[in-house]
Nanobody, 114 residues
């Protein structure tokens, strides 16, 4: 059973940046899409960024131009670079894959506030 651990969250002022990491306990095979999700209090979990096995990168409109997904399969780690952060980006951030999703990790809290 693969476990994923998200890290890199924290408190940042509006306009600031954070880089989140998602590390898997086992090797990550090619052929999957890696997604970053977020969930704010009272909201559904939403997908914000995806990296497909074909090398395509997809972003939710709310983060397009500000967030960048990348990965290092050899290090079993994927990243979400978040720039120009806004208060509405405040949420717990998670990563997962499609198909055959992993068990959800605990996520990492991102708080954007003065």
């Amino acid at each position: 059973q693969v476990q994923v651990v998200e890290s890199g969250g924290g408190l940042v002022q509006p306009g600031g940046s954070l880089r989140l990491s998602c590390t898997a306990s086992n090797s990550i095979s090619r052929g999957y899409t890696i997604d970053w999700y977020r969930q704010a209090p009272g909201n559904e979990r939403e997908r914000v960024a995806s990296a497909t096995s074909a090398g395509n990168f997809l972003y939710a409109d709310s983060v397009k131009g500000r967030f960048t997904i990348s990965g290092d399969i050899a290090r079993k780690t994927f990243y979400l670079q978040m720039d120009s952060l806004k208060p509405e980006d405040t949420a717990v951030y998670y990563c997962n894959r499609r198909p055959a999703p992993w068990t959800w990790g605990q996520g990492t809290q991102v708080t954007v506030s003065l």
